[in-house]
Antibody, heavy 118, light 115 residues
């Protein structure tokens, strides 16, 4: 069974760093892209960027370039999304999702809620 | 970026009636070499991640009830629920996956409720 299991909810202060994770199982982790999606409270879905764990090819949506870092460790089938200095506006639910090239996301993680508040 | 615009923003339909949601892209998402529309529909229920319903504009994902159907080509697309069930209450999003993977974009979402 394909699963993407994300790390738990986080509460952080502005200026702090954070790295959240997404662990894949039940499929060949290195053969699919992993995408990250932001959903701010009460709002829609925003595509942030993707990574191909097979060779760590990483691409960012222009809106998120320079704001976050996407990485992966294929040895443990885990992708990451990290911030070096959080802002209150980073408060959101973050989802990871699996996708193949030229296909939409078919499996999604359960989401990680990040709350940034002083 | 390709901008996706859905209409309406919200919709209330009686149980058993038809629900129709529209999605318009700012440029064509039809790839001429394979004649496929790179357009997907997702359903998101409260507190849950999105669920893929339809891809290639009209292909139902495995396990999706056949009351859900997708149509359209080029820049104009429609998701139709033929007979609304209570469990269909959700927000529905369209997404284009025609552009480079880093710039896939979603519509703003359509909230579907029971009248």
């Amino acid at each position: 069974e394909v699963q993407l299991v994300q790390s738990g909810a986080e509460v952080k202060k502005p200026g702090e760093s954070l790295k959240i994770s997404c662990k894949g199982s039940g499929y060949s982790f290195t053969s699919y892209w992993i995408g990250w999606v932001r959903q701010m409270p009460g709002k829609g879905l925003e595509w942030m960027g993707i990574i191909y764990p097979g060779d760590s090819d990483t691409r960012y949506s222009p809106s998120f370039q320079g704001q976050v870092t996407i990485s992966a460790d294929k040895s443990i089938s885990t992708a990451y999304l990290q911030w070096s200095s959080l802002k209150a506006s980073d408060t959101a639910m973050y989802y990871c999702a699996r996708l193949e090239r030229e296909l939409p996301s078919d499996y999604w993680g359960q989401g990680t809620l990040v709350t940034v508040s002083s | 970026d390709i901008v996706m615009t859905q209409s309406p923003d919200s919709l209330a339909v009686s149980l058993g009636e038809r629900a129709t949601i529209n999605c318009k892209s700012s440029q064509s998402v039809l790839y001429s070499s394979n004649n496929k529309n790179y357009l997907a529909w997702y359903q998101q229920k409260p507190g849950q991640p999105p669920k893929l319903l339809i891809y290639w504009a009209s292909t139902r994902e495995s396990g999706v009830p056949d009351r859900f159907s997708g149509s359209g080509s080029g820049t104009d697309f429609t998701l139709t629920i033929s007979s609304l069930q209570a469990e269909d209450v959700a927000v529905y999003y369209c997404q284009q996956y025609y552009s480079t993977p880093s710039t896939y974009t979603f519509g703003q979402g359509t909230k579907l409720e029971i009248k």
